[in-house]
């Protein structure tokens, strides 16, 4: 009785916009889809807004049912959208039949005998046992998927062959998404989340392309510059649904995925601020930036704000948020990989401990300076005779662990309210997580990590908490909490109700946000956000847990997490989520009821395109993030914009 008046009393006050499961959109928007400008073109029940090349009507041959629309048997012929589009993104998942051939083109016209003789096609095909050697999301006979040189580089040094096959997709008889970019400056065609290749309409090189491929005779391929979409009858069995559009316009703005604009601005807190031994141009006349990474406080009643740089200093502000000159607390530049020789690596992490007021310990996690793509999490002691200084010499390595790349080293540490430490580590690195770390309950790649560093055990200058969702698993890493992550940044428990928020940086498309439970699995890299990624398979990522908030890459390509706000400052920040974009400088507050799993809104924070590299908060729950400056001006609070 008690369990339904539970679940009565959760619909009459769970208000909000419940977020679409990956498994529920089937033909829907999601609500990331809705605010940013995509739209329908096949609404799952009729072939409205469809019609045959050069005619009227659908033919027989094209049947919906089940939400799917098919090229079924004869009598279909090539259809095409009845809208044309000029610049333009296509989203749409297709089904081929074993042995068989399609074709999804774009800008064609109607001018030409056949739309494959105005519009470039994206191969359709049964990869395995397909009767032409085109495979499925080539650009016919002009682009086929390769890796970008950085990405083979790494590769090449990671043991992995760079020049392998790039084929993301899924045998005939499953289904598949195909991802188009069509802009007049670049294109782009991805396979499952996978990146295959990028092109320009009318280039040098695609002309050279065109002349070279059966095209040439055609004097209008490729030419028109707006065109309908066209999915093309071969006489095989083919299935797609989902299908979704979203017109770019030229200045390729989407629409902002917010309800409204707070009236808040980003002011200086510190305007005057002057950092202790860092000079703004070093001895050979060099610029030498700031790059704060962590802003947080010792939890001690002092007041004091302590902010650590990626180069490998730590500065504390003695007199909070009054603070006119910093205090260089610690600096172990000595050992820490300084970030222009790896732009991931160096300082990346620092927890100050809950008991820090009797203990005097705070730990750190960087790169090494001496050790190739190794990172550290190491202890230090307060100077027992200055509280504003930290003895370099006191560093106690606690754990060490070996990189495959340079990029993706996750790096947040916090102590989550039950006293733990918790780590984020990255997938590894390179692109499209190579070593498959993400859903590998053997190796702590990609995972949260939760450790008791107050014991030892064994070898280890740690502890397992005994709790830990894993530790009874044989073929698990028990300081394993959570996994299937791509490259958590960052992450941060609310003070409030300790729950774990995490912003997980994505690949190609889409940005995420999510809440971290223990023994979880969220997903990468079977998942990327609530779509599917690669043709791995689902395997274990089938449960996976969807995020409660996602963005796709013409909204932003680099989140960073942030805070739920608990100061007193701001009240209409109370209990929302405060998280940005490095790479285009937009910040937002996410209003999300975690108890009934609903969105609320999501609120724009007016800003001059900052690109936020991190959030903290003082003590008493004022919120403050930093960017890299070259003047040391680069951290900030938020005030009312009257």
């Known amino acids: 009785m008690k369990l339904r008046y539970a679940m009565v009393a959760a619909l009459l006050f769970c208000g909000g916009t419940q977020i679409l499961r990956a498994e529920e959109k089937l033909n829907k928007l999601s609500e990331s889809d809705r605010r940013s400008g995509w739209r329908l073109l096949f609404d799952g029940k009729t072939t409205k807004g469809w019609r045959n090349y050069k005619k009227e009507g659908v033919g027989d041959g094209w049947v919906v049912e089940n939400g799917v629309l098919s090229r079924a048997k004869k009598g279909a012929g090539d259809i095409i959208s009845e809208e044309q589009f000029e610049g333009f993104e296509l989203s749409i998942e297709f089904r081929i039949s074993p042995g068989g051939n399609s074709g999804i083109m774009f800008h064609v016209t109607e001018t030409e005998a056949r739309p494959w003789q105005t519009g470039p096609e994206l191969q359709i095909n049964d990869n395995i046992n397909g009767h032409d050697p085109q495979k499925a999301g080539w650009l016919y006979q002009l682009y086929s998927p390769g890796r970008p040189g950085w990405m083979k580089n790494v590769e090449a040094q990671a043991g992995l062959d760079p020049e392998r096959e790039l084929d993301a997709c899924h045998p005939a008889g499953q289904w598949n998404h195909i991802y188009l970019k069509q802009t007049p400056n670049q294109s782009e065609v991805m396979v499952n989340g996978v990146s295959y290749y990028r092109f320009q309409k009318g280039s040098d090189d695609w002309n050279k392309r065109v002349a070279a491929s059966k095209f040439a005779k055609f004097k209008n391929f490729g030419k028109p510059t707006k065109g309908h979409i066209c999915l093309q009858d071969h006489g095989d069995y083919v299935s797609y649904r989902n299908i979704k559009v979203r017109e770019l316009p030229k200045e390729y703005d989407v629409p902002d995925p917010s309800d409204s604009t707070l009236a808040l601005k980003p002011v200086l807190a510190f305007p005057d601020l002057e950092w202790d031994n860092w000079e703004a141009i070093d001895k050979d006349g060099k610029t030498t930036p700031l790059r704060p990474l962590v802003i947080t406080h010792a939890g001690d009643d002092s007041g004091r704000i302590f902010i650590a740089t990626q180069s490998g200093t730590i500065h504390v502000l003695p007199e909070g948020a009054k603070s006119k000159k910093t205090v260089e607390y610690l600096n172990i530049k000595d050992r820490v990989l300084h970030w222009k020789k790896g732009n991931e690596e160096g300082l990346l992490g620092m927890a100050i401990h809950p008991d820090y007021k009797k203990t005097g310990k705070l730990y750190i996690y960087y790169t090494s300076a001496k050790e190739s793509h190794t990172s550290i999490l190491s202890e230090f002691q307060v100077d027992p005779a200055n509280p504003n200084k930290a003895k370099a010499d006191s560093e106690r390595i606690i754990w060490k662990f070996a990189q495959p790349f340079a990029n993706h080293n996750g790096g947040t540490i916090a102590f989550g309210p039950d006293g733990y430490l918790y780590m984020a580590l990255g997938d590894g690195g390179s692109g499209n997580d190579p070593f498959d770390n993400g859903q590998n309950l053997s190796s702590l790649l990609g995972s949260i990590m939760r450790i008791d560093i107050n014991k030892t055990s064994g070898n280890k200058q740690y502890a397992i908490p005994p709790d830990n969702p894993f530790v009874k698993s044989p073929w698990a890493k028990p300081e394993i909490y959570a996994y299937g992550f791509r490259n958590l940044w960052r992450f941060s428990f609310d003070r409030k109700t300790g729950d774990l ?94 108890k009934c799993n609903k969105l609320k809104g999501n609120y724009r924070i007016p800003s001059n395109k900052m690109p936020v590299m991190t959030f903290g908060s003082d003590q008493s729950g004022e919120v403050y993030f930093g960017i890299e400056t070259a003047s040391g001006k680069g951290i900030y609070r938020f005030a009312h914009d009257k």
């Open 501 to 594: 928020w995490a912003a997980d940086v994505g690949q190609n498309q889409w940005e995420e946000i999510n809440i971290v439970q223990a023994g979880r699995n969220y997903g990468w890299n079977r998942r990327e956000g609530t779509n599917g990624f690669s043709n791995r398979g689902q395997g274990t990522a089938i449960n996976a847990v969807d995020p409660i908030w996602e963005y796709d890459h013409q909204v932003g390509k680099s989140i960073t997490g942030g805070e739920v706000y608990r100061g007193t400052a701001i009240p209409e920040l109370q209990g929302k989520y405060i998280y940005a974009d490095y790479v285009t400088g937009k910040i937002w507050a996410l209003d999300y009821d975690v």
